[in-house]
Nanobody, 123 residues
Framework: VQLQACGGGLVQAGGSLRLSCAAS????????LGWFRQVPGKEREFVVA????????SYADSVKWRFSISRDNLKNTVYLQMNSLKPEDTAVYLC?????????????????WGQGTLVTVSS
């Protein structure tokens, strides 16, 4: 499975961005999908995840009510809509895919990782 994330960029605080992650090599409807983020020198941080048929989601408290995950299984793509962005949201955002059904916040639960896309939020 290959994951290609895009949509990152520079945005002012309070602004919005929409990230996309396209999957290939496997039908995405068979995968649990998630987004993590990482700042240099810090551990990878869970952001959000969505189940295979989108009936369950899990959000980190830090992004709840501001970020929204969705998926389009026909397009083999998962999206992350980020609103009300804060400088502390600055990070490389990575999409991840898991073969198992559990909507997990643990990075070790994910089998495949994309290369990440940089989001920079200026104050």
């Amino acid at each position: 499975v290959q994951l290609q994330a895009c949509g990152g960029g520079l945005v002012q605080a309070g602004g919005s961005l929409r990230l996309s992650c396209a999957a290939s090599g496997r039908t995405v409807s068979t995968l649990t999908l998630g987004w993590f983020r990482q700042v240099p020198g810090k551990e990878r941080e869970f952001v959000v995840a969505i189940s295979k048929n989108a009936d369950r989601t899990s959000y980190a408290d830090s992004v709840k009510w501001r970020f929204s995950i969705s998926r389009d299984n026909l397009k083999n793509t998962v999206y992350l809509q980020m609103n009300s962005l804060k400088p502390e949201d600055t990070a490389v955002y990575l999409c991840a895919a898991a073969l198992g059904p559990r909507v997990s916040s643990s990075a070790v639960s994910y089998d495949y990782w994309g290369q990440g896309t940089l989001v920079t939020v200026s104050s």
